[in-house]
C-alpha cells in the first residue's frame, strides 16, 4: 500500500463540520490542496472542525499549516459516525511573526476515520488553517 496524503480533498476527504465560516475563507479551503486559500475563524475559541475520511486509515504523521493558533487538540474517531472521539494530540504552537506555523506532528496510534481540530486558544482574536495533510495509507473502506 501507499502513503498518501489522506486529508486530500482528492483523495475524498471532506470537513464535514465547521464551527465558524466566512464566505471568503470557507473550511473546505483547509483540504484543497492551494496554499493561498485558508479557514478563518470568526473570533471566539474555541473553534472546531471535522475531517471526515470516509474509510478506516491509518495516519503516521500530520502537519498542520496555521497563523495565531496558539493550543490546538486533535481528537480522533474510529467510528462509522462522527462521535466516540478521543483526546489524542495536544499542542502548544509557537508564535511566528509574518509567517505561517508549520507544525509537523508524528503520529502513534493514528487510527481513524473522522479527526476533530479543536483550536482552544489563539494569538489574536482570530486565527486561520491554511492547510492539513495527514501522511498514511488507507486501512479498510466502511462497512
Sequence with gaps: MRKVDLCSSSEGTEVILATSSDEKHPPENIIDGNPETFWATTGMFPQEFIVCFHRHVRIEKLVIQSYFVRTLRIEKSTSNEPDSFEQWIERELVH????????????HDGHATYLRFIIISAFDHFA???SISAEGIAVSNLS
Aim: no cysteine; net charge negative.
Design 128 to 130: 486561520s488553517v491554511y
Design 96 to 107: 511566528t511573526e509574518g509567517q505561517l506555523q508549520n507544525e509537523e506532528i508524528m503520529a
